[in-house]
């Protein structure tokens, strides 16, 4: 339980608990950011519910019939994400790429979310980036992301993460990965030194278009 608490909220551990109950339950660390975003995902509904849906949400009973804001956008898997992606310390350095993601946010006035951030790099620090793995492209992927490069260099700097996502997508079917999933995988596995990851679009978005490039750039020359 400890442990659990030095890398999510309460409300995600609650939340772990709340289902099947009756279940044997062992807290594998890989379990708290899934926990977390669920948690997240409850909450934000919450609010839209009809009264006899928000009884069946496990948020209504966590929270009383009354769940606190939080953001939903920023997931906790897509924190730890750019927390790998910029090698953060500390909040500081997330809240600099959240800043320009949501202007409207800051720590003081989105206190969760600031947890949230604190959580995800702590969680980085002690269980991620100890197994990361990059690896080199194939030449087949050498090439998918020269063109993602070229691509990314005619979006806006400040365009939507589905339309970023949407480029993504074209350069894995162009590039004939007949699995879009292997391409993403890839995408993960060279850029972020693991075999899963987030949703590009949005993770592109948040981290930033120019970092993105430059990132790309450093595993193209590696």
Do not use: C
Request: cysteine-free.
């Amino acid at each position: 339980m400890e442990e659990w608490l030095a890398y999510a909220p309460p409300e995600s551990l609650a939340l772990y608990m709340f289902q099947k109950p009756k279940s044997a339950k062992r807290l594998y660390f890989d379990v708290i950011p899934r926990a977390v975003d669920e948690y997240l995902a409850f909450v934000a509904k919450l609010p839209v519910e009809e009264p006899a849906k928000a009884l069946e949400n496990p948020a209504w009973h966590i929270h009383n019939g009354t769940a606190p804001a939080v953001r939903s956008d920023v997931s906790f898997n897509l924190l730890l994400n750019l927390a790998g992606a910029a090698n953060a310390e500390t909040k500081d350095v997330m809240w600099g790429f959240i800043s320009r993601y949501a202007p409207e946010a800051t720590p003081e006035n989105s206190p969760f979310l600031d947890k949230l951030v604190g959580y995800a790099v702590r969680y980085y620090q002690d269980q991620v980036k100890p197994t990361k793995r990059f690896r080199a492209p194939t030449d087949a992927e050498r090439a998918a992301l020269e063109d993602l490069l070229t691509r990314l260099d005619g979006i806006p700097a400040d365009a939507a993460g589905d339309v970023i996502q949407n480029e993504v997508f074209a350069v894995g079917k162009e590039h004939g990965f007949t699995e879009l999933r292997a391409w993403f995988q890839a995408l993960y596995e060279v850029l972020l030194g693991q075999t899963t990851g987030p949703r590009m679009g949005s993770f592109i978005q948040l981290y930033g278009l120019d970092e993105t490039k430059a990132l790309i750039r450093e595993k193209l020359v590696a």
